[in-house]
């Protein structure tokens, strides 16, 4: 087998493991076969902090040796990080609606992690609005590494604001506060979902190389015809004069 | 709905959005490629 499929299999194969042990471990005392929502919610919360770490280290990267591959994975991991935030949103309000009552509320975990997908979203708007491929770089950087500070603000944001979102039961200080087979089963979705990133990564890395060449050999075609479209008009050749 | 009819909503728009993604990132590689080719 390639080294290249190696991936896409492991992929599937922990994600059929980790659906499997979803359903198989024990219910929750109090939400009863709810809570088992948690497997796909917490596993993509987690994963759009780690893609917005990668983000921070592709743009620390980029702002240390500035060369373009930092800038790529920065750009790639944020549009993973902003796919995760948003599913970790739905399935928070899948979650939310018949514990809770409601799809929504104005909790700190809530608005925090909104507030995050948002600014991501601003990151990647921004990378579009800049067609120079250094300034796009800087600016992006600077908003990938200051960004990121909103990460820790939302993990911390069930301890230090009283909301409806339930306090961390594993990322804390201490031990886990779940039950040995729950967490197991957490973890495997974790590991299956870090797999699926990984793989997702690898491609839109490889598309934003490709983007990359596009414009490269663009530029390259242009090149020519830019002292050209620049010349004025020739009176007699100017539009509504006889 | 039934607790386990949301326990499936769920899991369907979480595998659902990202195998969405994954095959709409497929596309645009598969779109980049032939741009790739056709520059050349």
């Known amino acids: 087998m390639t080294r290249q499929a190696r991936l896409p299999l492991a992929a599937a194969v922990l994600l059929a493991a980790g659906l499997a042990a979803a359903m198989l471990a024990p219910p929750d005392r109090f939400q009863g076969n709810l809570q088992r929502l948690m497997y796909v919610h917490v596993p993509a919360a987690w994963l759009a902090y780690l893609a917005f770490a990668v983000t921070l280290v592709g743009s620390a990267g980029w702002l240390w040796r500035r060369t373009p591959g930092w800038d790529r994975l920065a750009a790639a991991a944020a549009e993973l990080g902003v796919v995760f935030t948003g599913l970790a949103l739905l399935l928070g309000s899948i979650w939310g609606k018949p514990v809770w009552g409601v799809w929504w509320t104005w909790d700190p975990r809530l608005v925090t992690t909104a507030l995050l997908f948002f600014v991501y979203l601003g990151y990647l708007a921004l990378r579009r609005a800049i067609v120079d491929r250094e300034v796009r770089a800087r600016r992006s950087a600077v908003l990938g590494v200051v960004a990121f500070v909103q990460v820790p603000i939302v993990h911390l944001s069930v301890v230090w604001w009283r909301g409806l979102h339930q306090p961390p039961t594993v990322l804390r200080p201490g031990d886990p506060t779940i039950d040995h087979r729950m967490l197991a089963a957490l973890l495997l979705n974790v590991a299956a979902f870090t797999a699926l990133f990984a793989l997702l990564l690898r491609q839109r890395i490889e598309l934003a190389r490709l983007e990359a060449a596009a414009e490269d050999a663009l530029a390259a075609a242009e090149q020519p015809l830019a002292g050209a479209a620049v010349q004025a008009p020739r009176l007699e050749e100017a539009p509504g004069r006889g | ?40």
């Open chain 2, 1 to 40: 709905m039934a607790e386990w009819g949301w326990v499936g909503f769920g899991f369907a728009v979480a595998y659902g959005g990202l195998a969405a993604y994954l095959v709409g990132l497929r596309r645009r590689l598969k779109a980049a490629r032939r741009r790739r080719e056709e520059l050349r």
